[in-house]
């Protein structure tokens, strides 16, 4: 019979141990076998942690960091255990590497665990046991590592550093390539099941959810790298709307509305970021411009229209009838 340990977790503070909110019966030689990677932005102070398995939920198990400490990586046989301790050593002053010894030194089952760390000051450290399943290896580069096992070909970990350092962009961009290239390389010899990313922010406020700036999982999907790129897309409208909001309580209306076009532009389907663009124009005394948006809006999403009323008692809109009548029924 396997040994099995509790994890609990909170739910508003993903890949951190911090508490009794959300409980799961997981086994300290869970099959999660995978290819991930951890690594640390020193431009913005960003640290995060991608990952592609076939196995369900992998974003429950593999993905840890905490803003301000470093990320984790525990894969193979993975024992969760390496997540939740790695970073409360790092926390209390180890390196990655010294932390990831103690753990491994600690562990009568080392020999079939994947684990990587990386911490604040952009240290990294990688276990791949003699006994995890072949095609198994790491490659370590600046600031970050890469890692897989039970791989189609060996050629997975190199191609996907090869991708992690010649692409472009903020740190979910790299990442995700370096995931790509895995894939492009054969991936998984079982198949693809779930992905997760998790990317915490490089000025820790000390409160675990405004530091997550990237929480993203695909539990079970035929191609959850390509579901996990849409959702990265998605998280940047939102982000972009988010601060769109912060300037309109600041009555700064130019930026919040450059904002909102910036979130109307990363997810262009989703006809109610645009609806708020209008409202927040209308709200400002810019009719004439908003009523084309509108217009727009209520062929994509009628429900819309019906909502628009509605926001006149939160005071989104003025208490004008000739107002509210003249958006509602434009065609």
């Not at 960003?46 to 840890?64: D, K, M, N, R, Y």
């Not at 472009?168 to 894939?183: H, S, V």
């Not at 099941?193 to 998790?198: E, N």
């Amino acid at each position: 019979m396997k040994n099995h340990i509790l994890i609990f977790k909170i739910l508003i503070t993903p890949g951190l141990f911090l508490g009794v909110l959300f409980s799961q019966i997981v086994s300290e030689s869970t099959p999660v076998h995978t290819y991930s990677i951890v690594a640390f932005d020193e431009e913005t102070g960003e640290l995060g942690v991608a990952v592609q398995s076939h196995w369900f939920s992998v974003g429950f198990l593999v993905p840890w960091a905490k803003a301000g400490v470093g990320a984790v990586a525990t894969q193979s046989f993975v024992k969760v255990d390496y997540g939740p301790h790695g970073l409360k050593m790092m926390e209390d002053g180890f390196t990655a590497g010294a932390a990831l010894n103690k753990l491994i030194s600690e562990d009568e089952g080392e020999a079939v665990r994947q684990v990587a760390m990386v911490d604040i000051k952009g240290n990294v450290a990688t276990h791949t046991g003699s006994k995890c399943i072949y095609a198994a290896g790491h490659r370590i580069g600046k600031n970050y590592s890469v890692q897989a096992n039970l791989m189609e070909n060996e050629t997975v970990w190199d191609a996907m550093a090869i991708a992690y350092e010649n692409t472009k962009g903020d740190l979910a961009d790299r990442m995700m390539a370096a995931l790509d290239a895995a894939e492009g390389e054969g991936g998984d010899i079982r198949g693809k099941q779930s992905a997760a990313m998790l990317i915490v922010s490089g000025k820790p406020t000390g409160i675990p959810w405004k530091d997550t700036i990237l929480d993203l999982r695909v539990d079970d999907h035929p191609n959850p790298l390509i579901e996990l790129r849409r959702l990265i897309r998605i998280n940047r409208a939102y982000q972009h709307a988010n601060k769109g909001d912060e300037y309109l309580e600041l009555e700064d209306i130019e930026k919040a509305l450059a904002e909102y076009e910036m979130a109307a532009h990363y997810y262009p389907e989703n006809p109610e970021l645009p609806f708020w663009s209008a409202v927040t124009l209308v709200s400002k005394g810019q009719i004439e411009k908003a009523l084309p948006i509108f217009r727009d809006v209520f062929e994509r999403e009628p429900r819309l229209r019906k909502l628009t009323p509605r926001l006149v008692d939160p005071g989104l809109l003025p208490n004008d009838p000739k107002v509210i009548d003249l958006i509602i029924n434009i065609k």
